[in-house]
């Protein structure tokens, strides 16, 4: 039916992307990011279950989601 839309490249930029991608200052810059992430719903190494709900809660407020109704889980033998 319809067709997946898959970028592809050209090997031109094919070969810029390797090139860019031996680039020093590229790698450094990564480096750089890569120390300083952050993710806000880790504290202490372990995750904030509280920050956690309150961003999706007022995430799902922000794309005007409305909730559906709670329905208990019924399964006996649940592995994750």
């Not at 094919?14 to 680039?23: D, I, M, P, V």
């Not at 509280?50 to 961003?55: D, G, M, V």
């Amino acid at each position: 039916m319809g067709e997946k839309n898959i970028m592809k490249f050209t090997e031109e930029e094919r070969e810029e992307l390797r090139k860019l991608s031996r680039s020093s200052s590229l790698q450094e810059d990564m480096r750089r990011l890569a120390t300083s992430r952050h993710n806000p719903f880790i504290v202490n190494g372990q995750v904030d279950f509280e920050r956690l709900i309150a961003f999706l809660t007022e995430y799902n407020e922000f794309i005007n989601h409305t909730p559906r109704p709670f329905r208990p889980i019924i399964e006996r033998e649940i592995k994750l």
